[in-house]
């Protein structure tokens, strides 16, 4: 049975810190195309965060881009979320997703459709307050 699991959520204010983790059971994460998506109240979900199998490359929305980093530990089977300088608007429910792309370039330009993921975890969530 295939479990991916989110922890390290939480509140915290602008400016601060969080580090998201997820643990894969029943798959290798590095077999996966691993993505952190969010969703806030009312709005759709949306990719956040990336990495991919081949040769670990990782991928970002432009919202994040210089503030989050992904990365994977294959010893512990996780894929964490670093999150930095965090803003109110990052706000939002986090899930882990696991896909296995037909053709790794077409999925890294379309990484953050949510339609083409195996797995998902049952998320974690972030509140940052100004």
């Known amino acids: 049975q295939v479990q991916l699991v989110e922890s390290g959520g939480g509140s915290v204010q602008a400016g601060g810190s969080l580090r998201l983790s997820c643990a894969a059971s029943?798959?290798?994460?590095?077999?996966?195309?691993m993505v952190w998506f969010r969703q806030a109240p009312g709005k759709e979900r949306e990719g956040v965060a990336g990495?991919?199998?081949?040769?670990?490359?990782?991928l970002y929305a432009d919202s994040v881009k210089g503030r989050f980093t992904i990365s994977r530990d294959d010893a512990k089977n996780t894929v964490d979320l670093q999150m930095d300088s965090l803003k109110p608007e990052d706000t939002a429910v986090y899930y882990c997703?696991?896909?296995?792309?037909?053709?790794?370039?077409?999925?890294?330009?379309?990484?953050?459709?949510?339609?083409?993921?195996?797995?998902w975890g049952q998320g974690t969530q972030v509140t940052v307050s100004s």
């Open positions: 990495i991919v199998t081949a040769g670990s490359r990782t």
């Open positions: 029943g798959i290798t994460a590095s077999g996966y195309c």
């Open positions: 997703a696991a896909a296995i792309p037909r053709n790794i370039f077409d999925f890294m330009r379309s990484w953050w459709r949510d339609d083409q993921y195996n797995y």
